[in-house]
């Protein structure tokens, strides 16, 4: 019973964060609210309220989901057997951001909110699923170059991480951006994720 207990809480709590996600999609933060995400799950308002304390709660869950999905392309790259160099490692690394756009979007545009509207140990999940990405990048780092250095592995984490809070910013200006920056002259590069991601990359990587 206690297996089936947790299985049932665990696909609740799913299905509460693929609703937050749906909503997420077409709505601004702001604009989702527990309400909305109630209406797109079989649970009422009060309900959702047992398996998270706030919206932040589900968003940050949503993210932590994410951060998972993108470390499991993380290790099948760590574990890829291929002898790379920079171009081709830079190419695979920045691929591994294709359909991650949920997770950079919220860390650009609406992390520091939620975390500091979110339980410490719903905090504590989330940085335990960073950490596994974080220790991921390394193993990616040994695949491209085995005798890297761990400074060298600090420095390139140091980089690329804080790099990845602005990403979704520069791959998905608004019109309203694109218009000022016209008017001011400022050029706008309109790149992808994953150019932006291959670009910031090969400029970190030491040569293979």
């Not at 060298?152 to 791959?171: H, M, T, V």
């Amino acid at each position: 019973m206690a297996k089936e207990s947790l299985e049932l809480i665990a696909q609740r709590k799913k299905e509460i964060i693929d609703a937050c996600e749906f909503l997420y999609r077409t709505k601004g933060f702001r604009e989702v609210t527990i309400k909305e995400i109630s209406t797109e799950t079989s649970f009422s308002r009060p309900s959702i309220y047992n398996y998270f304390e706030t919206k932040e709660e589900i968003f940050l869950a949503l993210l932590t989901r994410e951060y998972d999905r993108w470390t499991d392309k993380l290790i099948k790259l760590s574990h890829f057997d291929s002898l790379w160099n920079r171009d081709t490692f830079a190419q695979a690394l920045a691929h591994t951001l294709d359909d991650q756009e949920t997770m950079l979007k919220i860390q650009t545009m609406n992390l520091y909110e939620i975390e500091e509207n979110s339980r410490e140990e719903r905090l504590m999940e989330y940085k335990c699923a960073f950490y596994r990405a974080m220790t991921a990048i390394d193993n990616c780092l040994t695949a491209y170059r085995p005798d890297m250095g761990e400074r060298s592995k600090l420095d390139f984490r140091y980089a690329f991480f804080p790099f990845l809070y602005g990403i979704y910013a520069y791959a998905h200006p608004t019109q309203k951006q694109l218009s000022v920056m016209e008017q001011v002259g400022i050029p706008s590069a309109q790149m992808t994720v994953y150019e932006l991601a291959y670009h910031c990359i090969r400029q970190l990587l030491p040569e293979s």
